[in-house]
């Protein structure tokens, strides 16, 4: 059975060389692409919403409409994976987050935690700084929010399970993730208030290359990374949970 998986792979594999190569041999050069749409923005997105960050442009103005389906799509798939991983299991907060049956967890060295504690902050400041900077430098809400979660996942190594979970604590994620999607939600409905279009920028557009321009687009992009920073931070919570053995007590 092995031998015949692997015969299967390799007849994968050389089925999709030539496929494969053929796409990247038709690809454009660097920097040449056959569509108007990317010049289009470069163009007239500094001029007409006064931020350098086109790409944040893109997703919580000319396509926010998309953005907020994804910032939902992202809400309902850790919504499942919660679900799916919180079960029945001890959650209490513990001096260390327990053992599968039968296999222990090795233990943290010196060089791994002072690694932790010492990235850890950094990460987070990191993080932070991606967020706040969308309108100007690349980052936004998406990515910031992800580093803010890998930041909280080093104060775990760093800190033992104990600090870590005095800090993550499940209902405040909760609304954390969900306020965060609300926030977009009604960024897009408070326009129409004013007889506006959904999701159009009503705010003043700030100065160009500053780090509170893009007017809506700020609003929005702060929703965007508390709903990420929740959201991920509840999958890598229910995932360190699903280590830890039921206590007899919780029911």
Same mark, same amino acid.
């Given at each position: 059975?092995?031998?015949?998986r692997?015969v299967?792979?390799w007849?994968g594999v050389?089925l999709?060389?030539?496929?494969?190569a053929?796409v990247v041999?038709?690809?454009?050069?660097?920097?040449?692409?056959?569509?108007p749409?990317?010049?289009?923005? &470069?163009?007239?997105a500094?001029?007409?919403?006064?931020?350098?960050?086109?790409?944040?442009a893109?997703?919580f103005?000319y396509?926010?409409?998309?953005?907020?389906?994804?910032?939902?799509? %992202?809400v309902?798939?850790v919504?499942?994976a919660?679900?799916?991983?919180?079960?029945?299991?001890?959650?209490?907060?513990t001096?260390?987050?327990g053992?599968l049956?039968?296999r222990?967890?090795?233990?943290?060295?010196?060089a791994?935690? %002072?690694i932790?504690?010492?990235m850890?902050?950094f990460? %987070?400041l990191?993080g932070?700084?991606?967020?706040?900077h969308?309108?100007?430098?690349?980052?936004?809400?998406?990515?910031?929010g992800?580093?803010?979660?890998?930041?909280?996942?080093?104060l775990?190594m760093?800190?033992?399970y104990?600090?870590?979970r005095?800090i993550m604590?499940t209902?405040?994620?909760?609304?954390?993730?969900?306020g965060?999607?609300?926030?977009?939600a009604?960024?897009?409905?408070a326009?129409?208030?004013?007889g506006?279009?959904?999701?159009? &920028?009503?705010?003043?557009?700030g100065?160009?290359?500053?780090?509170?321009?893009?007017g809506l687009m700020?609003?929005? &992009?702060?929703g965007?990374a508390?709903?990420?920073?929740a959201?991920?931070? %509840?999958v890598l919570?229910?995932f360190?949970?699903?280590?830890?053995?039921?206590e007899?007590d919780d029911?």
């Open positions: 059975m092995p031998r015949l692997m299967l792979f007849c050389l999709l060389i030539a496929p494969i053929a041999c038709d690809m454009p050069r660097f920097g040449d692409h056959p569509l749409y990317g010049d289009a923005i &470069n163009h007239d500094p001029r007409d919403r006064h931020v350098s960050n086109t790409v944040s893109v997703n103005d396509r926010g409409f998309d953005t907020l389906g994804e910032e939902f799509m %992202l309902c798939a919504t499942g919660v679900v799916l991983l919180r079960g029945s299991r001890g959650e209490s907060v001096a260390e987050p053992t049956p039968g222990g967890l090795p233990g943290r060295s010196d791994a935690v %002072l932790s504690r010492l850890g902050p990460t %987070l990191f932070f700084y991606v967020v706040l969308a309108t100007v430098t690349p980052g936004g809400g998406f990515q910031g992800v580093v803010i979660a890998s930041g909280l996942l080093l775990f760093g800190e033992g104990r600090g870590w005095r604590r209902p405040w994620l909760d609304v954390c993730e969900g965060g999607a609300l926030l977009f009604l960024a897009g409905l326009p129409m208030l004013t506006s279009a959904f999701l159009q &920028n009503i705010l003043p557009y100065k160009f290359r500053d780090m509170l321009s893009g700020q609003i929005e &992009n702060a965007v508390c709903a990420v920073m959201g991920f931070s %509840l919570l229910e360190l949970e699903e280590t830890r053995e039921p007899h029911t």
